[in-house]
């Protein structure tokens, strides 16, 4: 019989191996399989091991960090409502948040497309609620009038579609209420 306590152990000293490279090359990993079926992520899910990745976010280094963001923005590339919701309830929406503070631009874009990809399946607004405490309205806003195309599109469009924003006097009148609600 299968253990599958035994590969996590192996996943997990290779998740915390101590060079980056390492940690980097199974996260890539993980990336691939992310960007597979339904039931290729949720086995993924069943493993452990996005528990495991979460818990890296944290404490990584940059380019872990971007790894991870690439990984979670695969897996909701599906727009499976458990899938997501399990990626929300492992804390991954605040590393995605974060990232929008991020100034690299592949990373931006990728963290605004997963965000995008959450808003998609959100069950009566449970996900926009958390997005807008942990701030993140703000900063996709804030991006909807980045230099690059590709982040700009993509956050305007999650301001459109998710929070009703269509021109400049709309984003104006978003900031207001969200420092009223923030108070």
């Known amino acids: ?67 991870i963001v690439f990984a979670i923005s695969n897996a909701t590339r599906q727009k499976n409502l458990r899938i997501v919701h399990a990626i929300v309830e492992l804390g991954f929406m605040e590393s995605l948040v974060s990232s929008l503070e991020s100034s690299d631009i592949p990373m931006l874009s ?8 959450i808003m998609a399946v959100d069950p009566g607004s449970k996900y926009k609620c958390l997005l807008e405490k942990l ?3 703000t900063k996709i806003e804030k991006l909807s009038s980045h230099p690059v195309e590709d982040v700009y599109s993509i956050a305007r469009e999650i301001m459109e579609v998710h929070f009703g924003v269509v021109n400049d006097s709309d984003i104006v009148r978003l900031e207001n209420e969200y420092s009223d609600f923030q108070e």
């Open 1 to 67: 019989p299968h253990d599958c306590h035994e590969d996590n152990r192996h996943n997990k000293k290779l998740l915390t191996h101590k060079e980056k490279e390492v940690r980097s090359e199974v996260l890539f990993i993980i990336s691939n399989i992310a960007g597979g079926t339904v039931n290729q992520i949720e086995v993924l899910m069943g493993s452990g091991i996005l528990g495991i990745v979460a818990k890296m976010f944290a404490g990584g280094e940059f380019e872990i960090r971007k790894d």
């Open 110 to 117: 990728v963290a605004l497309e997963a965000i995008s990809n």
């Open 135 to 137: 701030s993140g309205a």
